[in-house]
């Protein structure tokens, strides 16, 4: 059978065994009828197994190689009922997922509940093939972390998750599937290489907050990438043979505050370049201590510093031309 056609054949599959269109409302409680077993290979063989020495032993009309048979069989289907009872009834809730940078992992919570008096033993979930094993005591709950690889930026729905087992002897698998809703906010990727800060004559302001700025004189501290040339302590570097560069730290009323601005971007002519390089911006102000605001299109960000600033920045550059939810 073809791959494409194995693979369509499948998802129908799985459309029909989830029962409701995905994203599905919490918690998603592992029914009777979501359940599903099927012998492994090992149960194929062990199945086999069997019929051989039940043949052998109508053969030579032996009584011990038919009880031999009946106790394996008996074996083999009470594995059954414990395979489906160590997986049906389970609760499944989405917990929570922090944004992260394109081409990084995310990483989507779930918890699991187990309301029976049983422990839940070798459960095995997966997400786009990248499995995790766990288990769950009696009367418990666990968190599961799914990662999935990001490769743009914006939401993220959390993939399909599937959730198996083979306890207690790998004879039959069962397996159920679950659609979370649960998403992750995946920033643009901060770019490499990218131009100085946009530092301007109109790029300071009044500011109430102590910052990097042009009053009282409060000390020195190791030069950042992101600081404006004239604050470096070029006396203090002079007197000093091959030191650090040093730059100034100021109090007052005039703390720094720098403007990000999408229309005073070099000529970029890609969006993702520009979110790219504006991304990094944030970041190396951020790092610098900077008070600093954002303009683009549909979006304007007054100028704040702190990682509320950071995260609120970074989310409208994850969002630009997507939409909010």
Known sequence: MPASLRHRL??????????????????????????Y????????????????????????????????????????????????????????????????????????DVVLENQRSDARTCLRLSVDDVPVEIDIGPRASTVATMNVRTARRGWLPMPRLTIETTWPLGLVRAWSYAGPNLNCLVYPTPAVKAPPLPWSSHSTRGSTKDGRGADDFSGLRNHQAADPPRHVAWKAVARQQDGPLLTKLFTGAAAQQLWLDWDALPDIVDTEQRLSVLARWMIDADAAGLAWGLRMPGIRLVPGSGQAQLAGGLRALALHDHGAR
Do not use: D, K
Not at 23 to 28: F, K, L, R, S
Not at 42 to 65: D, F, H, K, P, R
């Open 10 to 35: 499948h998802e129908t599959f799985v459309r029909w065994a989830l029962r409701v269109r995905p994203p599905e409302p919490a918690p998603i409680i592992l029914t009777q009828r979501r359940v």
């Open 37 to 108: 077993v099927l012998p492994t290979r090992a149960g194929l063989a062990y199945a086999t197994a069997l019929g051989v020495i039940l043949l052998g032993a109508m053969n030579y009309n032996l009584s011990l190689g038919h009880a031999l048979v009946f106790l394996l069989a008996g074996l083999g289907i009470i594995t059954i009922l414990h395979t489906f009872r160590n997986l049906v009834l389970i609760s499944i809730r989405p917990s929570r997922c922090e944004p992260v940078f394109a081409g990084g992992l995310a990483q989507f």
